[in-house]
């Protein structure tokens, strides 16, 4: 049997306690020092914990980076189920426009997004996060296939990801405004680009018959 890795294990009773208490330490510090000036010793003393306590559980800052985003993968709200693509897609919009533009959360995904560039351990718990969400909503994709609202062999973590990048792209690249209107067109345009078969395997994007 594989050794879990430290921190990711979700424990139960006082324990559950503990884990939030330094996990909301770990972010505050993460946002105000960035992830070169994490110290477990120094979370350790914000969260009110002893050292031996962060040290034995977690071990090291990714570890603790790593459980940050497996906590904030357990705790986002579910998947929509509206009916249709588009309204479930622009309630994924909804979800990421919400957390990007969060006083603690958006700081927070700045941060890790940051550290993530320098350091694969990192790197690695914020692509399982992103598996985690991907996984989480592909069933929106797969219902509109039963639908018949797009094609068959539409690739549904591509249609999640054509919706996340443009707001992602606001929040860290372009400074344009995060907003409502960037949401709604961010899932119109990947409801748009799925119907017309842009994901589906292998791509339809033949001209329209006249």
């Known amino acids: 049997m594989n050794e879990a890795t430290p921190g990711t294990v979700r424990p139960g009773g006082r324990t559950a306690r503990v884990r939030e208490a330094v996990l909301r330490a770990a972010g505050d510090a993460l946002v105000e ?8 010793a120094e979370v350790a003393r914000r969260a ?29 709200r579910p998947r929509a189920d509206t009916g249709s693509l588009d309204g479930d897609l622009e309630a994924l919009a909804a979800l990421i426009l919400a957390t990007l533009t969060d006083d603690r959360q958006g700081p927070l995904f ?52 054509c919706l996340s990048a443009p707001l992602y792209y606001r929040l ?17 345009a990947a409801a748009a680009a799925a119907r017309a078969g842009v994901f589906a395997d292998p791509p339809d994007v033949s001209a329209p018959k006249a």
Request: net charge negative; charged share 25%.
């Open 33 to 40: 020092q960035g992830f070169g000036g994490v110290d477990l």
């Open 48 to 76: 009110e914990v002893g050292k031996t306590t962060v040290y034995r559980r977690w071990g090291t800052v990714p570890a603790l980076v790593a459980d940050m985003l497996a906590e904030m993968a357990e705790s986002s």
């Open 110 to 161: 700045k941060a890790v997004i940051a550290a993530a560039t320098g350091d694969a351990p990192t790197a690695e718990a914020l692509h399982r996060f992103y598996r985690v969400r991907i996984a989480e909503w592909a069933p929106c994709v797969d219902l509109a296939v039963e639908r018949g609202e797009v094609p068959a062999g539409t690739d549904p973590a591509e249609v999640v990801r």
């Open 172 to 188: 860290l690249a372009s400074g344009d405004p995060l907003d409502r209107d960037a949401a709604k067109r961010a899932a119109a």
